[in-house]
């Protein structure tokens, strides 16, 4: 069962996600904390709307445990095991293939137990469709849980192609810079590694657009499927990122600084 917990003295939750990453088969080390209130989420958006940022506030502000598909994917390469879902899609996107809803359902459902983790949990990167929705929901409710809300943060097109333009990416170890908001100490070149940065060709403003695209005829019927039953909160996206987790907890009724 995945897990999340305080780590140290800096009260932020922790969690080695084990089960996320290896499967039923898998128990992570860290326990989450008893909380009287513990969430289960799902983070939308589109690409360069700050997700991975305040995925990382709202696992520190509520205490669930983060549960990436992207992060799953990308720590696959240094596992000589995977799953046997996680090793379909793999051999998928080494043929070129879309890796359809069946095989991400099947990567989920291989990892259900973290569903249940008493520290709650933030789905992030699925799902990204209305039936990877309805299989969620059904996975939940065989085991006797729900989803509280799913959380869809918003920004204009001219906003995300500005901030996702001045990206810059290392060549080496794939730190992530922007040239105006996070700039490296020296113009192109990576404060940790010392590599160069690069401009990622999907990180183009005509790429964009087309990612942007893909986004809307694909994830915003997500959208409207949680916004049926009123499990959909829209937060804006603009401002200093903890002006946006202020949004966020508000709009789930959890004031910043209050412990669920």
Known sequence: MAASGSSGDSGRPDSDRAAWFRGAGASCSIRPEARER??????????GVGKGTQAELLCEALGTCHLSTGDLFRAAGCDPNPTPALAAALEAMRRGELVSDEMVIDLVRERSGCLRCRGGFLLDGFPRTVAQAEALDKL????????????????????IVERLGGRRTCS???????????????????????????????????AIRVRLAAYESTTRPVLEYYARDGRLKSVAADGPPEQILDRTLRG?????????
């Open 38 to 47: 513990s969430y289960r989420l799902v983070l939308l958006g589109p690409p």
């Open 172 to 206: 080496g170890c794939k730190a992530v810079y922007h040239v105006v908001s996070r700039p490296s100490r020296v113009p192109g070149v990576c404060d940790q590694c010392g590599g160069p940065l690069m401009e990622r060709d999907d990180d183009r403003p005509e």
């Open 140 to 159: 939940l409710q065989e085991r006797g849980e729900s989803l509280d809300a799913a959380i869809a943060y918003e920004l204009p097109t001219e906003q």
């Open 252 to 260: 789930l009724g959890v004031a910043q600084g209050e412990t669920p």
